[in-house]
């Protein structure tokens, strides 16, 4: 059984978090040739100060660049 996660910080809505369990299980599906219903996901979110890119927690960056 496949299981896909995903780590990204905090901020999508329900029905972003929807539609990428949606298209991410069928990409699998398509690609992998594995029925949906055998294939999990989880969506993990963590805060700006828990999530780092390049180095830099995304949170400074954020404040670095003044966005959310």
Known sequence: MPHIQVTFV???TTEQKRRIAERLTRA???EGKVEPKYISLSLVEVEAD???EGGELVLDRRQREGTK
Do not use: I
Request: aromatic share 12%.
């Open 10 to 12: 905090k901020g999508r």
């Open 28 to 30: 699998l599906s398509e």
């Open 50 to 52: 828990g999530f780092a």
